[in-house]
C-alpha cells in the first residue's frame, strides 16, 4: 500500500474546518480548502475525513444527528 502524502497543515485544515461546520462533507470542505489555496481533491478530503474519525478526532455525521423525534401532543 502507498504512504500517505497528506501534509500536516492540510490535516489540520481539514480538521478546523469540520469543527466549524460539523454537518459538511468532503465536497464542500474541499471547496473551501481549495479557496484558502489548497490543491486537494474531494476524495483526498474523503479519506483524511475517514481517518480522523478511525482516530476519533472528529465525530461522524450519524453521531451528530438528532435522533428520532418524538411526536408531541399540543
Known amino acids: ?5 497528506w501534509s500536516r ?3 489540520r485544515a481539514v480538521e478546523r474546518l469540520r469543527d466549524d461546520f460539523p ?7 474541499g471547496t473551501l480548502l481549495r479557496e484558502e489555496g489548497f490543491e ?6 474523503g479519506r483524511i475525513l475517514q481517518s480522523l474519525m478511525q482516530r476519533g478526532r472528529v465525530q461522524t455525521v450519524a453521531r451528530l ?3 428520532p423525534a418524538v411526536r ?3
Open 40 to 45: 486537494v481533491y474531494n476524495s483526498t478530503v
Open 72 to 74: 408531541r401532543s399540543c
Open 9 to 11: 497543515a492540510l490535516i
Open 1 to 5: 500500500m502507498r504512504p500517505k502524502t
Open 23 to 29: 454537518m459538511w462533507g468532503k465536497a464542500k470542505l
Open 65 to 67: 444527528r438528532k435522533s
